[in-house]
């Protein structure tokens, strides 16, 4: 299988005023084309900056990053940008969706960054909003939504685009027990057919069974 | 897409209402004093030039060009010799609408007991009083030259504070003594007829004004200080003025603002004062929309990362948040613009009635006047305020760092 990323010694440490805490220590990580990865630990333990960094949205400060065999510079943002409005979907804990905008617009925001038509646009967007089973509710804002159907909305956001990679943190920390499981699998399904790699912190183990591969993270390095 | 963003920075600032409407009503309200403002001195402009050419000056002025750079030795030394060939020159040209002669003089006016020094106006009456009937408040008696059983009397109309000092009524006579042209003193006999107020108590304690033909018989000169052109409107000033520069060689052509020094001044004083209220306008709206901005895009900070996470560049962020000032700036303006108009309005109807300007006797009524400049001026102003008042809180959102902004509480 294609590597879509690959990270070699990374490490990440933050200051706090004088003391420096690492986040991340000499991380090696390969996920491949496709992958339905879990990254478990308890709180605190690197998986929120691991997240970051494969998405492109923090900056390891030591280590290199190849995303789809290149190696990404932190130089200049326009490219990283680029990078993440082009091949990165994001799913967050608490759904992050635009409150003025209703579940079309929400859907529909990455593709406005893009070149698409607003024919092809709308034509994509109700086919994720079907995929999600919320075409019925596509004028709905957020507040107007249950928590589940909001996390669907990001997860439609999240792969209208047609993302390579899609980044969930904790994406069932919000959720109750069976919302989860359903986003999950709905995950998992969309994983399956869009052949995308969906990789999501958890440190539910009930989730964690899910995932096709588990990387455990303690203290900043991974254990497995 | 432009207006799918457009519509994201309406529905931003539709966010919160309130803090929009306080914002937009700040804006609302510096629109209208600016165009309040500006109308109001555009009106006092008007009425100043008006008051200008009608009371003093008319359109353009012809002399002598010595006269105006040398100190005359004697009356009328530098004065304009054979005027009404001049006069017909003049009054050939199409947006002219008369020209006429005016002799300036002083001298000393007396009872018989009393003398008190004067500056006087001889004039063609009745093509002066088609100029000045609109600024001279006549109080008692008529205009010069009314009397027509009295065509060759020499007559003299007296400011209000002259006749007091002098004790003059209608129909007494009185004595004008000047030098003549060759240095000799000259008296006459003059007839009061009209007892007027020229609006400017310094005036009105030294003024007088006598037939063209009264003067120079005083004077014993057929010439007269200068010539005054009237128009048929006052835009057309600059280009009769040249066309006169080109007809009259050897004359001296001089626009009437060019000599009424007090209009400079109070233009100057005038656009000193607006500029400084556009200023404070200026800064109270960027203050109001800087705060709003900044205020709006704290608690969006969650919200700017998670736009900027999935692909949203620096440059858009900081032109969605311009945008979102710039809607507020268009709303805002357009709401001021709209009642200023109905302002303006309700003002000009009501009648209501300044008290005297400096130097002057008589009230004028309030009146803004509705100029298009200053409307558009306005407008524009208000926009690019709002979106300057934006730039720096945008440009902070648009370099926070991801990873803080979605961490942001």
């Given at each position: ?168 943190d904790e994406p069932s920390a919000n959720l109750d027990t069976q919302t989860a499981q359903d986003i999950l699998q709905l995950m998992e399904k969309l994983n399956r057919e869009e052949n995308v790699s969906f ?26 | ?409």
């Amino acid at each position: 299988m294609k590597k879509r990323l690959e990270f070699e010694n990374i490490c990440k440490t933050y200051s706090l005023g004088e003391v420096l805490i690492p986040a991340l220590r000499d991380v090696n990580l390969s996920i491949a084309e496709g992958e339905f990865v879990a990254i478990s630990g308890p709180s605190g333990s690197g998986k929120t900056t691991l997240l970051n960094l494969i998405g492109l949205i923090d900056k390891p400060t030591s280590g290199t990053i190849r995303f789809e065999e290149n190696i990404i510079s932190y130089n200049g943002s326009s490219k990283l940008h680029r990078l993440r409005q082009a091949r990165i979907g994001f799913i967050f804990q608490s759904f992050n969706l635009i409150p003025v905008l209703n579940a079309f617009e929400n859907v529909e925001y990455p593709l406005l960054l893009t070149t698409v038509s607003a024919q092809q646009r709308k034509k994509r967007v109700e086919e994720m909003l079907d995929e999600v089973g919320l075409l019925s509710l596509r004028a709905h804002k957020p507040r107007e939504l249950s928590g589940g159907q909001r996390q669907r909305v990001a997860i439609a956001r999240a792969l209208v685009h047609q993302p390579k990679i899609v980044l969930a943190d904790e994406p069932s920390a919000n959720l109750d027990t069976q919302t989860a499981q359903d986003i999950l699998q709905l995950m998992e399904k969309l994983n399956r057919e869009e052949n995308v790699s969906f990789i999501f912190s958890t440190h539910d183990p009930q989730i964690v069974k899910i995932a096709k591969r588990v990387v455990n993270i303690r203290d900043g390095r991974i254990s497995n | 897409m432009k207006t799918k963003f457009l519509k994201l920075a309406f529905k931003n600032v539709t966010r919160n209402m309130r803090r929009t409407l306080i914002t937009s009503m700040i804006m609302v309200f510096g629109c209208i004093a600016l165009i309040l403002a500006g109308g109001f001195i555009k009106y006092s402009f008007w009425g100043l030039s008006e008051t200008s050419i009608r009371g003093r000056y008319g359109h353009l002025q012809v002399f002598q060009p010595e006269s105006l750079e040398k100190e005359e030795d004697m009356p009328l030394q530098y004065g304009i010799s054979r005027p009404d060939s001049l006069i017909r020159v003049i009054g050939k040209l199409d947006e002219v609408r008369f020209a006429m002669s005016r002799i300036s003089f002083m001298g000393l006016i007396s009872n018989g007991d009393k003398s008190v020094a004067f500056m006087g106006r001889a004039v063609n009456p009745e093509k002066e009083q088609k100029l000045t009937g609109f600024s001279m408040k006549m109080e008692t008696g008529h205009h010069l030259g009314e009397d027509v059983f009295a065509q060759n009397e020499d007559e003299v109309i007296l400011a209000k504070g002259v006749a007091k000092s002098l004790k003059a009524e209608i129909g007494d006579y009185l004595t004008v003594m000047t030098t003549t042209t060759t240095g000799i003193l000259n008296a006459m006999d003059v007839k009061v007829v009209g007892i007027f107020s020229t609006g400017v108590p310094e005036m009105d304690v030294r003024f007088l004004s006598v037939k063209l033909s009264t003067a120079q018989t005083l004077l014993n000169s057929e010439r007269v200080s200068n010539i005054i052109v009237v128009l048929n409107e006052t835009d057309s000033t600059d280009k009769v003025a040249a066309q006169l520069s080109e007809h009259l060689s050897g004359f001296a052509i001089k626009k009437w603002h060019e000599l009424a020094t007090f209009y400079r001044a109070v233009v100057k004083l005038y656009n000193a004062i607006f500029t400084f209220l556009g200023i404070l306008i200026f800064i109270v709206v960027l203050l109001a929309t800087s705060n709003t901005m900044m205020m709006s895009i704290f608690e969006r900070t969650k919200e700017i990362g998670t736009l900027m996470a999935i692909g949203t560049s620096e440059k858009r962020v900081l032109a969605n948040f311009l945008m979102e000032g710039l809607v507020i700036g268009l709303l805002a303006s357009a709401t001021g613009l709209l009642l200023s108009l109905v302002l303006s309005f309700v003002i000009n109807q009501s009648g209501i009635m300044m008290p005297p300007p400096p130097g002057s006797t008589t009230g004028f009524p309030l009146n803004v006047h509705y100029v298009g400049k200053i409307y558009l001026g306005t407008f524009i102003f208000m926009l690019l305020t709002a979106v300057l008042s934006t730039l720096i809180p945008a440009f902070k959102a648009s370099r926070k760092r991801i990873v803080d902004a979605l961490g942001h509480i």
